[in-house]
């Protein structure tokens, strides 16, 4: 009997960074300003390295949800973020590439608002019924936020991806609903930084309270499926006991209500939702019903069913692993440096030009974005870069590099150094010598490094991150770094 293929999701993924700012420090710093924010001050929020912006976290994502799966199969890649670091180029061609997705696959960014990832699954899911796909939909965000603001207290980085087609699904769409209305909560005009935000009451009374209940009406409209069989309601909003409120208001159970990991992580922007469902898929059990929404001039609302290939799926890190994947920072001046938002004297080793020519980064994209090395066809030698001739000494054949991919291959540490005399964001400079598990070496910086961390043998893993920003010019320049190896979870 042939397995039934149903439109869903196939796989997820998610990665938050490693670094926890404690809201505490934020607001002992800044109450002499603002005490209200004493009220902000439990938990902790997720903080970008100063080598992670949405690009990198999207890469990480990506590369969680597609673990154990074959890329070559993907049609289609969606990348949703409001914080997009480029506005004329492709973002999200600079994940395919370091995803090293084939030049066939469609490409395109989603931008401009917090639904945008919402509203972007729903366009997979639709694509998908329609015979395309595979659809890897990934959504990252890293929002700048004044100091001293609520909404820094609120928010958090994060990043997650969910691979959508038909067939043997994890969790099969069952329906989905949307309004579109010019709702205005906040909003970043062209050329401005940061967030404008409206009165939290009529947020939540206007906004909220009228606008995802009449979503809600229309999906449960469209299905068999009544509230009271939700066990999963995903809604991210800081504002309190709204998503509680909501669905109470439907008639869901008060056990449907998620975590909104606000005490954990805080709201990552447009990709909080996806966040929240792959947090929701990780604890689900095959039937529950999950139905997640995205808010954000107007309201998505998508109703999934777990299947039982869910608990089938290969482990991956998830919400849960990368949460366990944490280091605790007291440090704000940290978090302000990181996120320019306070000036600092780098030093006299900062004053360089770090202008990318376009065409070398063209021609070496495969190598520098994907991380693609050489294997000799004639002795089987790994090694990065690839090169003309082999590098080992028993063979030096010419012109007998074919592709080999590194940036999933494990590596222990060879040696390394923690240098305070060479510049960086964030002292000291940590870098060594990696040798790759199937053979290969290569120097490399190192990221989410520290004395605790990094030792002669510690297993590493390959991660995506900025090697350069340019200020001058507002390039930023990616490449790979060496991170000390997270555990992987399961599902």
């Not at 069952?174 to 205005?184: G, I, L, P, Q, Y």
Request: charged share 25%.
């Amino acid at each position: 009997m042939a397995e039934e293929k149903d439109v869903g999701i196939l796989a997820y993924g998610a990665y938050l960074p490693r670094l926890r700012l404690a809201r505490k420090a934020v607001a002992e710093t800044n109450a002499w300003f603002n005490p209200g924010l004493k009220g902000l001050a439990k938990g902790e929020r997720t903080m970008c390295n100063w080598d992670e912006d949405p690009v990198t976290m999207a890469v990480e994502a990506a590369r969680d949800c597609l673990s154990g799966r074959d890329r070559g199969a993907i049609a289609s890649l969606s990348f949703a973020s409001t914080t997009l670091p480029f506005e004329d180029r492709l973002n999200a061609g600079i994940v395919l590439e370091a995803l090293n997705l084939a030049p066939s696959v469609n490409a395109q960014d989603l931008t401009a608002s917090q639904r945008a990832a919402t509203s972007g699954l729903v366009a997979a899911l639709q694509m998908a019924r329609g015979g395309a796909g595979p659809i890897l939909m990934v959504a990252s965000e890293k929002r700048r936020t004044k100091s001293a603001s609520p909404l820094e207290l609120q928010t958090g980085d994060g990043a997650a991806a969910l691979l959508v087609g038909t067939g043997p699904a994890v969790a099969k769409l069952v329906a989905h609903a949307s309004r579109t209305v010019d709702f205005v909560d906040h909003y970043r005009g062209e050329g401005f930084e940061f967030d404008y935000t409206w009165e939290e009451r009529w947020i939540r009374d206007e906004g909220y309270n009228k606008i995802v209940p009449a979503a809600l009406a229309d999906l449960f409209k469209a299905t068999d499926v009544k509230p009271a069989d939700i066990a999963h309601f995903a809604m991210p909003c800081v504002l309190p006991r709204v998503a509680a409120g909501i669905a109470k208001k439907a008639g869901m159970p008060d056990t449907a209500v998620r975590d909104n990991l606000h005490a954990v992580c805080g709201e990552t922007g447009a990709a909080h939702p996806l966040v929240m469902l792959v947090d929701a898929l990780e604890r689900a059990k095959p039937g529950d019903k999950i139905l997640v929404v995205g808010f954000g001039q107007g309201c998505d609302a998508l109703l999934f069913e777990a299947t039982e290939h869910l608990p089938k799926l290969a482990p991956r890190l998830g919400v849960k692993g990368y949460l366990a994947r944490r280091k605790e920072e007291t440090n704000y001046g940290k978090f302000l440096a990181f996120n320019d938002l306070v000036a600092i004297e780098r030093g006299m080793r900062a004053d360089v030009d770090k202008q990318t020519p376009l065409s070398s980064l063209y021609r070496n994209r495969r190598m520098l974005t994907g991380f693609i090395g050489g294997q000799c066809r004639k002795c089987g030698t790994l090694q990065f870069p690839k090169s003309k001739v082999c590098v080992n000494p028993n063979c030096n054949a010419f012109h007998s590099q074919d592709d080999h991919p590194f940036a999933d291959t494990p590596a222990k540490v060879q040696s390394y150094t923690a240098d305070r005399l060479t510049y960086s964001p964030d002292p000291p400079h940590y870098y060594g010598m990696i040798v790759f598990e199937q053979g290969g070496r290569v120097m490399i910086d190192f990221t989410d490094a520290d004395a605790a961390t990094v030792d002669v043998a510690a297993p590493m893993r390959m991660m995506f991150r900025i090697k350069e920003y340019d200020p001058q010019r507002g390039f930023t320049r990616y490449f790979w770094k060496a991170a000390p190896a997270a555990r992987q979870g399961t599902t």
